[in-house]
């Protein structure tokens, strides 16, 4: 009887967002009523000198926000990252599916693997996948419900663990990213701000991030396997999917193929990342110093045609292990494949276009950076020193992150104020920037405001087998208890290195 009234009283994930924005416009109306606002601080590239600029609430619950919210929101969607991804890589995946090629390697991988470590290693993978940037929201959390269902467990739990990995992941970059390059260009500049010489490494704080991958996989696997596996209950199978899958002649031909042609095709690609080699690094984007940033740079065919290089290699791989195993005997057969992951997919887009307008228009009030700059001011008003500074810093870089969950956004209006004081406190530049990725990284899977959350939604109605919809606390429930242990872990594996003493990295120490 609970449960059924439960049931009536959730909230569809639409009507959710409805209210949200609803709740978001006339929000904006009082605070700037109230003339709420902050001083936001910038530093000059050249002359090392402050300016500062106040920056206020903009009303929505007027004439003129109203006309923003409807000359807007067209644009804002069609320009919301999350949905021209999404659709891509569903074509990719359609192809995978259709053809058999997912299902037969799933069985081959997980035949006689402990369903921990098919969790450790779906995990793992969420985890490092950060070097893709937002595109590994896209590949992962898909590919993780599907490792699941042909692996005869609950897709929703891949999903579940794989957003976890992806989120409390974030920040934990062993290998230096596009990411990792802007904040370190804004924590470099604020570093010279006390000393113009100052230079920091791109390698400088890999011990201490590998030991943190390692720690956030293990918890974020035990916490599935103990926890939410037993919160989901049982998972009803198709009668399709319940069937040990053997492996035929056809299909080891298949699987043949389909890696020798995949192969061919990264051997290309590869070729065409590798600068200084004949009529090498067309993809990349020259202008740049740091070869990350040739890589993932705004300007380079790389990062912009990332999503269809990784939609091709999904095709490449499905096509060709369909021809091989003969699921894909003619033309037809193969487009059909191409849109096997589109069936249905009507009330994502209306999720992500509900998500696109909530989120542009938080954005539109500078609600958000307000609240960033006044912990920015906050922090730079505070006398702490040491382990109290550390957990200061990790615990507003955590709350922040609940309304700008965007790193590069925050770190520009917290890095000008915070990098000086801490440096001041004799705490290294790049454990400042650690504390930073580390407090973002435990409450970026429980903000609706991140943009990749619309995405884990979905897939989890999508893949529900009760009558009710998968709301937003439900959704958010699901991450809290992996959001509480990344707090703890990383905010002790902090404390723990400052005590030790310990190198963060190659050429990157705690104390200046």
Known sequence: MKQKIKEKLTLHPIMTYLMLVAFIIVLSGFLSLLGIGSITYKINTTTLEYSQDVLNVKSLFNLTGIRTIFSTTVSNFMNFAPLSS?????????????SGFLKTVVALITKKMKRNTVTFLVVLASVISSLMGDLSYIVMLPLSALIFKY?????KLGLIASFAGLTCGSGLSIVFTSVDSSLLT?????????????????????????????????????????????????????EEDKEEKLITRKEIRGLI?????VILYFLIFLYNVIPGLPFSGALLDNTQ????????????????????????????????YGIGARTIKNHRDFVDTL???????????????????LISLFKETNIGSIIVAGIA?????????????VITLFVFSALVTLVVPTSVTKWSILAPVVVPVIMNAGISPEFTQVIFRFGESSMMG?????????????????????????????AIRYQIPYSALTFVVLLGLLILWYIIGFPLGINGDIIL
């Open 151 to 155: 692996g005869k467990r609950n897709p």
């Open 186 to 238: 804004e924590t470099l500049l604020a570093a010279r701000v006390i000393d113009a010489s100052y230079r920091l490494a791109t390698i400088s704080s890999i011990f201490i991030m590998s030991v943190a991958v390692v720690l956030i996989s293990l918890g974020i696997t035990w916490i599935t396997e103990k926890y939410v596996a037993n919160k989901l209950g049982k998972y009803t199978l198709k």
């Open 257 to 261: 193929f389909a890696f020798g042609a």
């Open 339 to 357: 849109g096997h992951s589109l069936d249905g997919t009507g009330k994502t887009l209306v999720l992500i276009f509900f998500a696109s307008l």
């Open 446 to 474: 429980i903000t609706p405001l991140m943009a990749y959350f619309v995405i884990y939604l979905a897939m989890l109605n999508d893949y529900n087998d009760k009558d009710n919809a998968v709301g937003f606390v439900e």
């Open 289 to 320: 110093g740091f070869y990350i940033d040739k890589l993932f740079s705004y300007n380079s065919f790389f990062s912009n045609g990332f999503v269809f290089v990784v939609t091709i290699f999904f095709v490449i791989l499905g096509l060709f």
């Open 86 to 98: 999404y659709i891509i890589i569903l074509i990719g995946f359609g192809v995978m599916e259709k």
């Open 377 to 389: 001011n906050l922090m730079g008003d505070l006398n702490f020193q040491g382990i109290p500074l």
